[in-house]
């Protein structure tokens, strides 16, 4: 089993939709949680952290359910520009502190079209 | 600020080849982790450097290896490349911290772009 696994996607959504993207991570040491974007080619890029029930910035929503293993990112009213892949990222502890070892998903691609 | 800057950007390589890779963190930042991603793929842990020392190793051959500077810049190295090396190779930075700190959060350099011929 994959240590952190997303919906496989692709999500192809009309402009204005609500979509949302499901994630389970299996070891339970992980204690941060991250939504990145990574356009094509180019380097992931820091789009949420999650770091206790949930939380919201502008049209984006995250929630983490621990007791689940399970994150999820809702997008409301999409646009053009929110096309992109999106990786649901988990860090792992050791002794408490992380020196920021990533394990990511294998990534949903999400195509907003108009 | 400049962000965590990567070089080359591409690079072309014929198999049985050495490659070396160079990495800039943020400034203040004294963490530093290397990753593979092959097309269609997330990104795949390689190595992590805390104060010049290894942290963290991820799945990968001896034909992998890194270290940190005392400027805690970065080189990841790849000896014997094969074929299946060819991949972006990103490198983030951050600061060290405990769960739910935002020191923890990472930022990635645009990458070094390798094809093994």
């Known amino acids: 089993r994959k240590e952190v696994e997303q919906d496989p996607g692709p999500f192809n959504v009309p402009e204005g939709a609500t979509v949302a993207f499901n994630c389970t991570y299996s070891?339970?040491?992980?204690?941060?949680f991250f939504w990145y974007r990574q356009d094509c080619r180019k380097e992931p890029k820091l789009l949420m952290s999650v770091y206790s029930s949930g939380n919201e910035d502008g049209r984006f929503t995250a929630q983490l359910n621990r007791a689940s293993q399970y994150i999820s990112l809702l997008i409301r009213d999409s646009k053009l520009s929110d096309s992109a892949t999106y990786l649901c990222?988990?860090?792992?502890?050791?002794?408490?502190?992380?020196?920021?070892?990533?394990?990511f998903g294998q990534g949903t691609i999400l195509t907003v079209h108009p | 600020d400049a962000g965590v800057t990567q070089s080359p950007t591409h690079l072309i390589k014929t198999r049985g080849q050495h490659v070396t890779l160079r990495c800039s963190p943020i400034?203040?930042?004294?963490?530093v982790s290397w990753y593979q991603q092959v097309l269609g793929q997330g990104p795949q842990f390689i190595f992590q450097?805390?104060?010049?020392?290894?942290?963290g190793r991820g799945n990968f051959p001896d034909r992998f290896s890194a270290r940190q500077f005392p400027n805690y810049s970065s080189e990841l190295n790849v000896n014997a490349l094969l074929l299946g090396d060819s991949a972006l190779y990103l490198c983030?930075?951050?600061?060290?911290?405990?769960?739910?700190?935002?020191?923890?959060?990472?930022?990635f350099g645009q990458g070094t772009r390798l094809t093994v011929v």
């Open positions: 070891n339970s040491a992980s204690q941060s």
């Open positions: 450097y805390y104060e010049k020392e290894e942290r």
């Open positions: 990222v988990v860090s792992t502890f050791a002794g408490g502190t992380s020196y920021g070892k990533l394990t």
């Open positions: 400034s203040g930042h004294k963490s």
């Open positions: 983030a930075s951050s600061l060290a911290g405990r769960a739910g700190d935002r020191r923890t959060e990472a930022f």
